[in-house]
Structures are given as structure tokens and as C-alpha cells.
């Protein structure tokens, strides 16, 4: 099941010129259902990384169904908003609170991917916090600063770091459109203070450069379809997309039910994740139900602030 990373690694001891390597090591797997499940090697090389890439997670069917629901139902255009980064540039987010029956409602309740995040946490119950697209458009999308998904989730009321997300290609999203960096390891260095870096939550910048020489940097390279699943804690970020391609990636965040969050904000408090078998995403049909969903307002959000809607911009 193991297989070589689909990785570039920045290391410090070699020349500007020459600084990105291939790395190949053991945080890649294959997935091949039913086969694919927690071993002890992917929940090793989890614990030790703060993450898994997982190659082929959803096949092209189910890919093109998120895709589909993404492109031809005027979600984007209706819910989306920019954030911008620290030079003013915008990535777009698109944030829902509550999974339903639709395509893309299914993915985060699918079992390959509800239940390895929660093996992944240590088998406790998790509850469904989060789904967003984040989108940025050819040759002007902004950047994601390095930030930690605990650095604001933190500031909701979350006490402890028991939360986990999965980052699914629906696009490529490689290094040449602003794919996904990762400091390898660093959710180990615990929390790092977050402020405002623009309209997003980065974390602490100095902090994050003492980091990068610890931790090694790299990108992770995907294709639509792989998915990696990250710990709350591993520091990341992606750069801005300055090339010809679209770069959406599809990302659901669960928290356990243990570590309800103290006080109300906008994501939701524990509610039962209703899991479904992994034939149900290529089985669905009804592909836009955004009705329960709960699309976030930015304005209800202390831990952005937003710029122009897609009509804006």
C-alpha cells in the first residue's frame, strides 16, 4: 500500500537555485477500496508527519459529481467571498456548516473518508465542523498564508486540538497554480499565535521562520481526486496562482465529540455525523440541495475579514 511521495522538499543546505527536491518517503498511500484502511503504518506515519496523502481517494465519477455540483448550480456565484491574503490579492472560500443528502453533502460523510479521519484522531467520535471550497482563479488568485486550522479554531471556543480536515484535489493543485506547502512534522511544536495577515489568520511570522529550519517545508503535489488528511496543528499554507489553470480544492473539518466547543459562534456545536457507505457518492443524482446547509456569512466570522464577492470582483 505504501508507495513514493508525490512531494517537494525544501531544505536548507543547498543552493537557492537548486532548492527543490523530490522527496520520497512513507506519508503516501494508494487508495483501493476495500482494501484501504488504518494499518498501523498509515496511523505511524500520521502521528509522526501530521498527515497522509491519500492518491485516488475519489475516483473520476466521484470527482466529476463535486465538480459538477460546484460548476452548473450557481453556488460559487451566490455564497462565495474573497479573503485576501497579506498583499491584497484574493483567494475565493465558499463555507457550509451542515452536510445533507446532496453530492456535496455525501463526501464528508462518506466512510473512507469520515471514518479514517476518525481512526487517524484515535477512534473517538467525530462530528462534522466544517466544508469549504477554496478556490483560486487563474493567474489571480491569492495566497493561504502559513497558518494552523487550530490557530482560529482556537478562537472559537475549541479547547483542544482534536480536530482533523481532509484537502481534496478537484482540480490539480500542484506547486506551478498554488498548491498546498506543509512544514512536515510541526503539528508536534503545538499551538502558534494567530493575528490578521490581510483579511486571513496567520500565524506568527517569526515563529514560523524558527520553525522552517526544524521542520522540513515542502509542497504536495495532487491530482484531482488525491486527497491528504492533515492534523489541526501542521502548519500550511499554498501561494498565489499566477499560472493559466484553476486551482478549487474541496476540504471538510471534523471535531471530536469530546471537545464541543465552549461558546457559540459560527460553526456548529456537536451534532451526529450520519456516515454512508463509499457507493453512495457515485449512486447520487441530486447534485445542489443547499437548503440546511447554514453558508457562512462573513460577517458572522471574527476570524476573516473578507473582501468582494464574486459579482465584485
Not at 511521495?5 to 543547498?14: A, E, S, V, W
Amino acid at each position: 500500500m505504501c508507495m513514493k511521495l508525490g512531494l517537494i522538499i525544501y531544505t536548507n543546505d543547498i543552493q537557492p537555485s537548486s532548492k527543490w527536491i523530490t522527496w520520497g518517503q512513507k506519508q503516501e498511500f494508494k487508495y483501493e477500496d476495500p482494501e484501504f484502511r488504518v494499518t498501523d503504518e498509515v496511523r505511524k506515519a500520521f502521528d509522526e508527519c501530521g498527515f497522509i496523502i491519500v492518491r485516488g481517494l475519489m475516483d473520476d465519477v466521484e470527482t466529476g459529481k463535486i465538480k459538477k455540483s460546484l460548476e452548473e448550480y450557481g453556488l460559487v456565484e451566490k455564497y462565495a467571498y474573497g479573503v485576501p491574503d497579506a498583499v491584497g490579492r484574493e483567494p475565493k472560500v465558499l463555507l457550509w456548516c451542515y452536510t445533507g443528502n446532496d453530492v456535496l453533502g455525501l463526501v464528508p460523510r462518506l466512510e473512507k473518508v469520515a471514518s479514517t479521519a476518525e481512526q487517524l484522531l484515535g477512534g473517538d467520535e467525530l462530528y462534522h465542523y466544517h466544508t469549504k471550497v477554496m478556490m483560486k482563479d487563474a493567474q489571480k488568485g491569492g495566497s493561504f498564508e502559513w497558518h494552523q486550522d487550530y490557530g482560529y479554531w482556537y478562537k472559537n471556543g475549541n479547547l483542544r486540538p482534536d480536530m482533523i480536515s481532509l484537502f481534496l484535489a478537484v482540480d490539480p493543485c500542484i506547486q506551478e497554480n498554488g498548491g498546498l506547502q506543509v512544514l512536515v512534522g510541526s503539528h508536534s511544536g503545538g499551538r502558534v499565535d494567530h493575528n490578521f495577515d490581510g483579511g486571513q489568520q496567520g500565524a506568527d511570522k517569526e515563529r514560523v521562520e524558527h520553525l522552517k529550519k526544524i521542520y522540513p517545508h515542502c509542497f504536495v503535489n495532487l491530482q484531482p481526486g488525491d486527497g491528504i488528511i492533515f492534523h489541526c496543528l501542521l502548519l500550511h499554507s499554498s501561494g498565489p496562482n499566477d499560472s493559466a489553470m484553476r486551482r478549487w480544492a474541496f476540504n471538510c473539518s471534523y471535531n471530536k465529540r469530546s471537545n464541543n466547543p465552549v461558546k457559540k459562534h459560527h460553526h456548529p456545536f456537536y451534532h451526529k455525523l450520519d456516515k454512508v457507505g463509499n457507493n453512495v457518492l457515485r449512486e447520487c443524482d441530486n447534485y445542489c440541495e443547499p437548503e440546511g446547509k447554514e453558508f457562512v456569512d462573513p460577517s458572522t466570522d471574527a476570524t476573516v475579514k473578507a473582501g468582494s464577492k464574486p459579482a465584485e470582483q
